[in-house]
């Protein structure tokens, strides 16, 4: 069992490094699309396996949202939003792509630095799939920091959250219904509100490249 | 029923304050029926915390203490503990607040129907109530939250005239000021947890804080309560926040807030940290004496009579520091009496400064309510148009002045015993630096009489200047009451300071241990005996076994006034003798040929200090600008001359701080907050990898 969750863990790490080496929005939603099924796959196996041993359907429910709403709705309602946007070639990003993912490679290094010797995740296999989830959320951080345009911010929010999921997900084998409901309904909101943001962004300034937002201030 | 006891008078002054602010609010609407009842609340809470304090000191009890809740917060503990030194104060807070909501009775009448009431006295209410917080928290946490609500409180009341630009700004500096104060007393009281563990306020063993330690929480306390006291070079606020407040604000700011200072200083340096190192006496008694002399020198140019008294304040918060200073020098060299002498003074002068200063600030109302204006240049011959105000001013004048048998002179006389008391023993640099400042004292009191000799002279003497003075009339009879009581009460304690030495010796014990009053013994002008300067010296060994007792300075007041007296009228007879019959003539002043004096040919208050300006120009920076308008030189058409006084610390030290912080901040400003998202998700970034780096490291 721990050695799939080790190969998905890895996966999804490599998906992340996948989206940082992307140029252009359309791949990054695919991107994203392939590391959210890759995640609602690792729910699935979790589930299974707590179905069999316990007979409790909750992971599963969760594997299903994230199907619905991490594969499919959030992906089409990242693909509308961008349709909106007037389709204009720029540079999306402050440094290159080799130098981008050697700086990602140094956050996986430097992920695995701090969280090997948290205490209570002793024990080789379950250290690796949370370092690699860490790592996850460090990269969607730093994919944010790198991205000019407001959809980059978008994407880089969502993978923060998939990171931040699977980290818990490996820690805990499962956390409480209630919680993932929770998060999940916070992360729809905070899509919703940002697709509105960038549109109207967009309106005003004839970009959502977020430099221009310089000139707001006082 | 059980006997009344200081607990429950205490609770009984507490709600009848906070009474007091919740009838503001109800009867906001009518304002008559709100300035009524809130001040009558007050009268009745001051009456309560009289009693409650007196009761205390006389009763022998060492302390008492009143739990109204228990804070569920942790370190925190919201418990008031009423000793003698906060006793005294409560007194000396009561006395004055009690006096001063008679006169608002009178005072805000002025303001009905125009402002805000309600609003005035709930704050009005809250801030009397803040300062017995300050004076009774027996929890430094506790008493830093009362300090700040003191000074939230009264910064809201110094700029109850918001419409005016000159009040926001003081109400600007002030709170600015009085901030920044607050600041260096937060890191003290940190300090004092990293080193106890505790927040109370319980006197600390010498080696539960080391020597380091002690000396940089003694700068932060005495940093943070010089700027309460507006001790130069702190003071800026006060000569704007004081003229700028209403009149019966000012005296209650002038007359009992910038003391919490002085108890503050008691409570933390003297009680909390204990004596230790001598340079830090040192640095209070030169604080004191700069603020002293400079203060007074300041006061002394002034024209606007609020602007003199907020001066003078910063002078007698140097005489109390000069007190304190002695005290505590007195303190590390084991003479306890003469540190109980000097704590006497000191305690004694605040008391004092309390009733004249303001008795001063409500008569300068008084004036200002009558005539609406505060420039003495545009006041003068009020003493006929408001006689009884006048005679208040005077006695008031006469006590800060420290004119015999007026109170005002008791405090600055031990003050200087204690000086002299100290100076016979020491060393050679701590002898000169107390002969200095008894030196210095001497000249800020003649600087001080003649200072009030022109408030008193320029504006209730002479013509009338303007058409407002000239048709000023009384005050209503609860402001003149008000007045009435505090200069009644400084005649009083200059003619019975026994009873307020009794008191204070209370405070003085509790905090030094020792009792100066044995010495101090006798009644009415006996107080003015020599002190015997014999028991407080050590016994000088001769050689050989025979010890001796050096010999007491006979300084008698009593024998010095008699002497006086005598003097006076021998130089009466001497005139009557060979002077020739004395004549009485009437008419009218020789006028210099002109057809009628008129106001302008009088003296004037720049005038007045013109000698003493030249004297110390150094400390003004005073530039005169002469215009001439008109062709010709020779006969100009007319002449404006303007006379700029600075003052040296705003312009050499406050306004080139306040330009480089400003610079400063505008450039980390274009550094740090680029307005690039990306840059602020970056800060983020790197404060999660630096948070985990350190969890790695620790």
Known sequence: ?218 | MDDITPEHLLYGSILLYLAAAFAAILFSRSHKLCTIWSQVLCIAGAAAGTASSVALLFSGQESITISPFEASIPYLSISMTLDHLSALFLLILSILTFCVSIYSIGYLSHYHGKRNIGLFQFLYASFILSMILVFTANHAIFFFMAWEIMAVVSYFLVVFESEKEETRKAGLIYVVMTHLGSAFLLMAIMLMFYYTNSFALTPVSLDQIPESGRNIMFLLFLVGFATKAGVIPLHIWLPYAHPAAPGNVSSLMSGIMIKTAVYGLLRFVFFYLGVSSPWWGVLILLLGVISAVLGVLYAYIEQNMKKLLAYSSIENMGIIFIGLGVGFLALTQEKQTVAALALTAALLHCFNHTLFKGGLFLSVGSVHYATHTKNMEELGGLIKKMPVTAVFFLCCSLSIAAVVPFNGFIGEWLTYQSIFASIASGNAAMNITLILSAAALALTGALAAACFIKLFGISFLGLPRSEQAAQAKEVPFSMNLGTGVLATLCLLAGLFPQTMIALIDRAVVSVVKASAEPILRGSFLDLYRPINFSALLPEVSFSGSMTAKPAGIIAAPLVAAIAMILLVLAALLVLRLFGGAYRERRYGTWDCGFKELNPRMQYTGTAFSKPIKIVFKIFFRTSKDLKRSGDDFYHPKAMEYTIVNESPFEKYFYIPLLAWITNWSRRLKFMIQTGSVHTYLLYIFVAVLVLMLYNRMV
Not at chain 1, 157 to 165: K, S
Not at chain 1, 175 to 185: E, N, R, S, W
Request: net charge positive; charged share 15%; hydrophobic share 55%.
């Open chain 1, 1 to 218: 069992m721990d050695s799939y969750f080790d190969i998905l863990s890895a996966l999804i790490l490599l998906s992340s490094f996948l989206l940082v080496s992307h140029k252009r929005i359309k791949s990054y939603i695919k991107t994203f699309r392939i590391q959210s099924a890759l995640i609602a796959l690792t729910a699935g196996i979790m589930g299974i396996d707590s179905l069999i041993r316990e007979g409790s359907f909750d992971i599963l429910i969760v594997c299903v949202i994230i199907v619905l709403l991490k594969v499919i709705y959030i992906p089409r309602l990242l693909y509308r939003t961008y349709g909106t946007v007037e389709y204009k070639v720029e540079k999306d990003f402050y440094l290159n792509i080799p130098l981008l993912i050697l700086i990602c490679c140094g956050l996986v290094v430097f992920a695995y630095f701090s969280v090997s010797n948290i205490g209570s995740l002793d024990g080789a296999h379950l250290n690796l799939q949370v370092v690699n989830s860490f790592s996850v959320i460090l990269i969607g951080f730093f994919f944010m920091i790198s991205r000019k345009k407001a959809i980059g911010q978008m994407i880089g929010f969502l993978v923060i959250e998939n990171g931040i999921f699977v980290t818990a997900f490996f820690s805990t084998h499962g956390m409480p219904f209630v919680v993932d409901i929770g998060i999940f309904i916070d992360m729809i909101t905070a899509i919703l509100i940002m697709g509105v943001m960038v549109t109207r962004i967009n309106e005003k300034f004839e970009s959502i490249n977020l430099d221009k937002l310089k000139n707001l201030k006082g």
